[in-house]
């Protein structure tokens, strides 16, 4: 296998598996916010809110899959395994941690809209615990820019 094609299997998890989780994700907020609908009409737009922030996730994965395929173009016919490895690695890196945050994230938040229509004003706690699986996956964005960048 020519070293490119693992570099842009890479690159494809990289906008692949963040936009797996962040559609599971979105889909089980989505059921959520359907049943909580069902039992409070008027808290649409918290629930809205909710279900969206999953879709970070995918949106991750897009920004680094155009990061590396603006680093791989002028490379195409000189990229070594080393280069290609490390693009590969950075790739399942992001993809897996971006597609796990993206459905635990979506777990907090599909209690966080369960418990609004309860009628608990948890809104906001509710936005704050999304956070942390968040914040590894801007971490796993981190971890594939430098990488990329200390390949190329």
Known sequence: MEPIILA?????????????GSAFGFAICGNAAIGALKKEPAGFGNYLLLSAIP?????YGFIAFFLVLGNLYPYYYDINYV?????????????????????????ICASGIA???SGQPVLGNTLIL??????FAILSLLCMILITGAVF
């Open 8 to 20: 842009y299997i890479g690159a494809a998890l990289m906008m692949a598996l963040p936009g797996v």
């Open 55 to 59: 879709s970070s996730n995918g949106l």
């Open 83 to 107: 280069q290609a490895g490390a693009i590969f690695g950075a790739g399942l890196i992001l993809g897996l941690v971006s597609m796990f945050a993206a459905i635990k994230q979506a777990e």
């Open 115 to 117: 418990s609004i229509a």
């Open 130 to 135: 999304a956070a942390f699986p968040e914040f």
